[in-house]
C-alpha cells in the first residue's frame, strides 16, 4: 500500500489549472497552426492567424489565453493500492481547484445554485469523475471548461438501427446548428454507447485525448475521419465566418451498450480545448 497525501492532489490540480488556461497543449496548437495553410477563404486565414497571435501573447505576457477560464472538470484514476492520507480526496480537488482561479487570477464562472445564480467566487465545486484502476499510481486530468462551446453540446438516444452514417448526420447537424457560438475551429469529442449520463461522459472523456492518437479501433479512425471531413465541408469557418476550416479533430470514445439502445453524445470544445494530466 503507498501513501499519498491529499496535499499533492490540491498542488497538482492549482498549479494544471493555471497551466491549461495560459497555454495549449502542443498537438492542438500545431493543429491550430497548420490549419492557416489548409484555409482557403482569406477572412478564415486572417482570423486563424489572429489566434495563433493570441496564443504568441498568452504565453509572452503569462496570461489566460481565453476570457472564459471554464468550469474545472477533473478525472481522477485512482489506483487501488494508494492510500489518500491527510484528508478528503473530494476537499483536496476543490482546494486545488480553489488555489488554483484565485492565485492565478482566472475568472470564476462557476454558481452554486444553477437557478439562485450566486457566484461561489472561486470556481469550486469542480465536476469530479472518479475510477478505482489497478496499480499504486494517481492519474489526474484537469479540464477548464468553456461554456461557449458546451452550451452548443447534444445527446441523443439513437435506435440500435442507427449506423453510421446517421451519427455522421448527428454531429454535423449539431455543429451546423452551433455555427460560430463555440468560437471554431472546433474539437469535436463523442461519445457512442453506454447509457444516457456515460454516454456524455465519454464525449468529456474525448475532449481530453491527444488530437495525435487516434482511436486505436481502426473502424472508429475511420469514423473520427468521415465525421471531420463532413463538419468541414458545412462552410461554417473560422470564428462562423466560412471557410474550410470549421474543426481540427474529432476524438471518438466508445462503451459497451445495452441491445435496445444506442446513446450518442458530441461535446464541442472550442479552438482552446484546454486539458493537462500528471500522475502521482
Known sequence: MREVPVSLISDGLCRMFIEANRELSGDLESCIRCSVQKESNPLGKSILEDLCENLDAARRLNLPICQDTGMAVV???????????????????????????????????????????????????????????????????????????????CLKMMTPAAGPQQMIDFVTETVRLAGGNPCPPVVLGVGIGGDFELCAQLAKKALCRPLDEPNPDPFYHQLEQDMLRAVNELNVGPQGFGGDVTALAVNIETYATHIAGLPVAVNVGCHVTRHKKMII
Do not use: W
Request: hydrophobic share 35%.
Open 75 to 153: 478525472f481522477a484514476e485512482i489506483g487501488q493500492e494508494v492510500h489518500l492520507t491527510g484528508g478528503s480526496f473530494e476537499n483536496a480537488v476543490n482546494e486545488g481547484v480553489r488555489r488554483g482561479y484565485v492565485e492565478g487570477l482566472l475568472r470564476c464562472s462557476v454558481v452554486g445554485d444553477p437557478l439562485r445564480r450566486i457566484n461561489t467566487e472561486d470556481n469550486t465545486p469542480a465536476v469530479l469523475h472518479t475510477r478505482i484502476v489497478p496499480g499504486d499510481r494517481v492519474t489526474l486530468t484537469a479540464c477548464p471548461k468553456g461554456f461557449g462551446s458546451e452550451n452548443m453540446s
